[in-house]
Nanobody
Framework: QVQLVESGGGSVQAGGSLRLSCVGS????????MGWFRRPPGKEREGVAAINRGGTTTYADSVKGRFTISRDNSKNTLHLQLNSLKPEDTAMYYC????????????????WGQGTQVTVSS
């Protein structure tokens, strides 16, 4: 079955960096759009970044220029590099996979991992 396992979260001070990873299994990793999402405390889940099977990326306006999504298909791993972190980036971060869309990202993600917590202090 499909499984997504995130890692790399932690507590950092504002301006710091983290690198999140997500290992996917149970499906052909390289064929599908992958994305990162986050749920800030008391708020709804929101999209952060996505990458399609061809490597084309999209970002939420709030993270453009600070976060970088990438994928290593040889290791079935999705990454999110978080730089210049701000307190408002504090959230549980999830990776997701989209099986519809033929490898393109159409914002119809159907599976998520359990998440990894990122906490940024001022």
């Amino acid at each position: 079955q499909v499984q997504l396992v995130e890692s790399g979260g932690g507590s950092v001070q504002a301006g710091g960096s983290l690198r999140l990873s997500c290992v996917g299994s149970g499906y052909y990793f390289s064929d599908y759009c992958m994305g990162w999402f986050r749920r800030p405390p008391g708020k709804e889940r929101e999209g952060v970044a996505a990458i399609n099977r061809g490597g084309t990326t999209t970002y939420a306006d709030s993270v453009k220029g600070r976060f970088t999504i990438s994928r290593d298909n040889s290791k079935n791993t999705l990454h999110l590099q978080l730089n210049s972190l701000k307190p408002e980036d504090t959230a549980m971060y999830y990776c997701g996979v989209e099986f519809t869309g033929g490898g393109y990202c159409t914002d119809t993600f159907g599976y998520w991992g359990q998440g990894t917590q990122v906490t940024v202090s001022s």
